[in-house]
């Protein structure tokens, strides 16, 4: 049974930063694009960023430069380093890899807030 088990959310002050990391379970997630989504109250879950097939790195416009996604294919992990936090920033953080066939995989999801 695959599972994706987010850490690394919590409450910061804007300016701050946060890691958060996901660990995937269940397969290797070694050749398969894994990244980052998130779900701001009231809107709709978006792209934030990504690792591809490659290894080659995507990002949605408001986080360049902020964050910066990595992958370790080793430990069969995705990670997302996020500094100087915005309060538009708060959201939840879904990790998910993507599947060839079927629905992608997705974990639980873990709350940032940031603070004004």
């Known amino acids: 049974q695959v599972q994706l088990v987010e850490s690394g959310g919590g409450m910061v002050q804007a300016g701050g930063s946060l890691t958060l990391s996901c660990v995937a379970s269940?397969?290797?997630?070694?050749?398969?694009?894994m990244g980052w989504y998130r779900q701001a109250p009231g809107k709709e879950r978006e792209f934030v960023a990504s690792?591809?097939?490659?290894?080659?790195?995507r990002y949605t416009d408001s986080v360049k430069g902020r964050f910066t996604v990595s992958k370790d294919n080793a430990k069969n992990t995705v990670s997302l380093r996020m500094n100087s936090l915005k309060p538009e920033d708060t959201a939840i953080y879904y990790c998910?890899?993507?599947?060839?066939?079927?629905?992608?995989?997705w974990g639980q999801g873990t709350q940032v807030t940031v603070s004004s």
């Open positions: 690792v591809e097939t490659g290894g080659y790195r």
């Open positions: 269940g397969r290797t997630f070694a050749n398969v694009p």
């Open positions: 998910y890899a993507e599947r060839l066939f079927g629905d992608d995989y």
